[in-house]
């Protein structure tokens, strides 16, 4: 959803237009205008917080009544990447003072209603500019701007130019972000800190009523992201903030702003789920190169940082010891006089993980181990992104191993809510109850406390 205050979905033009398709253009109260449009589908109104919201669905399909290609924010993001000298030829063919600021006549051309395709097909060269050169500048912008490797698809400049417009289109319904939750909410921090005025510069870019508007979870819900925040900014300005956090200058300053702030650590955690489903397209297109042979370690590898994200000791020093060349323990909890948990992390392409017999014989040979070195296993933990039924049920009659289940979300979800509590470390008693462990359970237990 997108409120009617963001630039990227309604301008006061648009809002007109609603008045004039759905209702009569007469003189009437804005709760009058609100109920109506909200009768008609148009938009959801909040009585408690009195903000309006537009689908975007809506907002596509008023973009395409007033013949705008793409979204400004998708426009002024192509314009910041030429040169000066080709924004005074747009300038000067629509009567813009070329003697302003560069930002100024970006907005000014965007203003100007000035059709995308008709931009780049002529607006943007020099009288006696040859197809061949346009088509090769249009490359030039896609490999150069958009971090992507070889020519615009199309043969003709007019399939290049609507093969870009597509992939305006594509990303603009692309919930992904692009580099890590905790990675855009620590990116916002710095540029807060370097720009004070950016906040306020934000806020009347997109129209927005809050006082602080520069968090992460906050944006997102208009579906403002870094690269939209980033594209604001001025270049100097951005060079200016690679400087100083010492970021890599050369090349577009954005792309490598994003990039030094994806925060592999925590797009790996989020990703979990497709490691552990061994998914590699949701990974590709998320960011994430791995090959298959690295899926299970790096499955492994993650459920090591989640544990110790809960505060737990996973104990590295102890697992060398007790491994052998024919029993590989992959995760020792040690806690310390209270024993130990020994983890299994399995990743899998189906939808549930089912080869009971050759999991329990590998976690009841690493529990052996463990108590034939002197060690108290109080609890052995299965690590998978799903499990069948057949699976469960299985483990709920085997009472040797005393073995618990957990998916890689109910793991994820039980991490979220740790974070949100006031614990420290995570109440190990908690994993001991449930075959399967239900985090919804366990999430209210972290939040009595």
């Not at 907002?59 to 993001?77: E, G, M, S």
């Not at 399939?159 to 594509?170: H, T």
């Not at 061994?278 to 993650?302: D, H, M, Q």
């Not at 000791?313 to 323990?329: G, M, P, Q, R, Y």
Request: hydrophobic share 40%.
């Amino acid at each position: 959803m997108l409120t009617l205050s963001n630039e990227l979905e309604l301008s006061q033009e648009e809002i007109k237009l609603i008045n004039y398709i759905v209702i009569p253009p007469v003189k009437l109260q804005i709760e009058q205008v609100i109920n109506d449009l909200k009768a008609v589908g148009l938009i959801f109104y909040s009585k408690k917080n009195r903000q309006v919201y537009i689908a975007d669905e809506i907002v596509r399909v008023l973009r395409k009544i007033r013949k705008k290609q793409v979204a400004d924010k998708f426009y002024r993001r192509f314009l910041k990447l030429l040169r000066e000298p080709q924004i005074n030829i747009v300038c000067r063919n629509h009567n813009i003072d070329i003697k302003q600021s560069l930002d100024e006549k970006i907005k000014n051309i965007i203003n100007e209603g000035i059709s995308f395709s008709k931009l780049l097909s002529n607006e943007l060269h020099k009288d006696g500019t040859s197809l061949t050169e346009k088509k090769k500048f249009v490359n030039e912008v896609w490999s150069k701007g958009f971090e992507m490797s070889g020519n615009l698809k199309g043969t003709t400049l007019e399939e290049k130019i609507g093969n870009l417009i597509a992939y305006f289109d594509e990303i603009e319904k692309d919930e992904k972000v692009g580099i890590s939750i905790d990675g855009y909410g620590q990116l916002l921090t710095d540029l807060n800190e370097t720009f004070p005025k950016l906040n306020k510069t934000i806020r009347a870019e997109f129209e927005m009523q809050d006082e602080f508007v520069l968090k992460s979870e906050y944006l997102l819900d208009f579906n403002i992201k870094p690269r939209d925040i980033l594209d604001i900014i001025e270049k100097k300005e951005l060079l200016v903030f690679c400087e100083k956090y010492n970021l890599k200058k050369r090349g577009n300053s954005i792309l490598n702003i994003l990039d030094g702030y994806k925060d592999a650590d925590n797009l790996f955690i989020e990703n979990y789920e497709n490691i552990g489903f061994r998914n590699l397209n949701a990974l590709k297109e998320n960011g994430i190169s791995l090959k298959e042979t690295e899926l299970g370690v790096k499955f492994e590898e993650i459920t090591k940082a989640v544990f110790e994200k809960l505060g737990f000791n996973v104990d590295e020093d102890l697992k060398k010891k007790l491994n052998t060349k024919k029993n590989k323990i992959d995760l020792v909890l040690n806690l310390d006089d209270n024993g130990l948990i020994i983890i299994e992390c399995k990743t899998v392409k189906e939808s549930g993980y089912n080869k009971f017999s050759s999991v329990t014989r590998q976690m009841k040979s690493y529990i052996d181990l463990a108590t034939g070195n002197g060690h108290n296993v109080v609890k052995s933990l299965l690590v998978a992104p799903d499990f069948s039924d057949e699976f469960v049920n299985d483990c709920d009659v085997d009472f040797e191993l005393n073995l618990s289940l957990i998916t890689a979300s109910s793991l994820l979800r039980i991490l979220e809510a740790f974070k949100n509590s006031k614990h420290k470390q995570f109440p190990y008693q908690l994993l001991m109850k449930d075959v399967l462990i239900k985090e919804d359970r366990i999430i209210k237990a972290i939040n009595k406390k």
